[in-house]
């Protein structure tokens, strides 16, 4: 039953994702990629006030047809700067991804 629901889930995120252009995509994606950066970049660096700027943006292509977006978001707060890279299937499966060694002093 739950393979079924992944399956269908699949299907339809595919179809839905090749209805819309690269551009509607990113755009579709783009405030749950900075929300999963941003609750990332809070935590490592210990700051509740931080400031995200989208550096780039594209639309990869995987395996099987399907597509995700990918995002370079800097996180800058408490005198400390990141970089994450962000993926996104949708809006709801973000992953922000980085290298706790990588932060920076401002």
Known sequence: MMK????AGA????GL??????????AANQDAAVKAAVARGSFEL????VTPSV???KVVA???GYERTEYTIGI????KRTVYLTYCLDPE????????NRIHDQ
């Not at 079924?4 to 399956?7: D, F, G, M, Q, V």
């Not at 994702?17 to 990113?26: A, D, P």
């Not at 499966?93 to 706790?100: E, L, P, Y």
């Open 46 to 49: 210990d700051c509740k006030d």
């Open 93 to 100: 499966t973000c992953n922000a991804i980085g290298d706790s």
């Open 4 to 7: 079924a629901r992944i399956i």
């Open 11 to 14: 299907a339809l995120l595919a």
């Open 17 to 26: 994702s090749g209805c819309m252009s690269n551009q509607e995509f990113i």
């Open 55 to 57: 550096l780039t943006s």
């Open 76 to 79: 800058a707060g408490c005198g």
């Open 62 to 64: 995987l395996r099987f």
